[in-house]
Each structure stands twice: as C-alpha cells, then as structure tokens.
C-alpha cells in the first residue's frame, strides 16, 4: 500500500526545539517592519515581556522557547500541544472544521490543521496581541495569521517552518524553519507564580 493509506505520521511524543530567543537571528535580519511596527519594535524593553508577568506564551513562542520540552498528544481529530512551559496546551483541530466566525482573541489563538502527506499544515489565528512572538520584543497586533508546517522527517525529528503574517506589523509574510528533535524524557510540573524571583531584578535599559 501506499504511505497515504497508512494514514497521517505519528507525532506523539515529547520534543524539543533549539532556544531561538531573537526571531531576527534565527531569519538573518530584522523582519520586514511596517512603519508602526519599527515604532514599537524600538520601544520594547524586556521587562515588558509578557512571561515576567507569568502570561501565557503563545502558540509559535512556545516552540522557539526550547528551554523547556512540550508534548505531542495526537488523535484523528485534534492535534495537542502540551508545553512545560508554564504548563499550558494548546489545541489544533484536525477535525475538517473552519475557523469560527465570531471568534474571541486567546493567548494561543484558533487553530485548525490539515494533513499534506507527511507534514500537518496549522493555520492560527485570533491571537491575543499581548504575546511575544520572542523574548527579544517582536510583537504583533490581533491581526497576526500563522500557518505553520510540522514535516516529519523520521521518527526522531520534525522540521517546523512558521510562516507569520500581520498587516500591521510587516508589510509582508516572512518564515523561520527550526529543528525539533524527540526527547527521551517527560514534560515536567511548572508554575510561573511560585517563587518567582527575576521580575523585581529587571531594569528597563538606558535607550
């Protein structure tokens, strides 16, 4: 038979991508800023990241922050993203659904995913605009559309390309590709609010 018989990779498991702090480094340059989008960029300071406030991570950040492993938890009609990262999850439907019209911004968004061959194909969108798309200040507006591509390449490795687009923030697409390699180990216990020391320590730097 053929592989598309077989059906749809098996991606449960525990993985980990490198730590991609700076979005730009991992591109080669700054992204493709709108006016306004420089703007803010040339503000942000890093005790105006979201996580010292313990917020959720968002949907692409959770992948590039690989400090911490996530888990995959597949079905036939949803794809779950576990991160140990502040111990939160994410939902992607592969039930054959649409985005819902009316639809609310969350920390990570709507998400609905297709299979092509061997890679899930994620479109996400209705992201709350107080996430980071890194822990270097590139930020985004409720407009921000993610289409994501996980492409197993054996059992031991995905490759996750994430293509982001934001009228408001780049006046054109753009993507990074990353690596993600299965861990042999498991997602452990997290709580941000416990004994949380860095926050009273960052200063806003001199501009």
């Known amino acids: 038979g053929s592989p598309q018989a077989a059906g749809p990779p098996d991606l449960n498991g525990v993985w980990s991508a ?5 979005i730009s480094k991992t591109l080669g340059h700054q992204p493709p800023f709108t006016a306004y989008g420089a703007e803010r960029f040339a503000k942000e300071d890093e005790i105006d990241d979201p996580l010292t406030k313990c ?40 039930d054959g659904r649409s985005h819902p019209k009316d639809l609310d911004a969350t920390w ?8 092509d061959g061997d890679t899930l194909v994620v479109d996400t969108v ?19 559309h993610l289409v994501e591509r996980f492409q197993k390449m054996d059992n031991n490795n995905i490759k996750w390309t994430v293509t982001f687009e934001d009228p408001k923030f780049f006046t054109e697409t753009w993507s990074i590709t990353l690596p993600i390699a299965r861990q ?19 200063r806003r730097a001199k501009k």
């Open 184 to 202: 042999n180990t498991e997602i452990m216990s997290y709580s941000c609010e416990e004994n949380e020391k860095d926050r009273a320590h960052l």
């Open 126 to 144: 209705g992201m709350d605009e107080r996430t980071w798309l890194d822990t270097a200040g590139h930020e985004h507006s409720d407009q921000l």
């Open 18 to 22: 490198p730590f991609a702090p700076d």
């Open 108 to 115: 990570f968004g709507d998400s609905i995913g297709k299979w």
């Open 55 to 94: 917020l959720p991570i968002g949907p692409a950040r959770g992948i590039q922050a690989g400090i911490m492993p996530f888990q995959i938890v597949q079905t036939p009609s949803v794809f779950t993203i576990l991160f140990e990262n502040q111990h939160t999850f994410r939902i992607i439907h592969t």
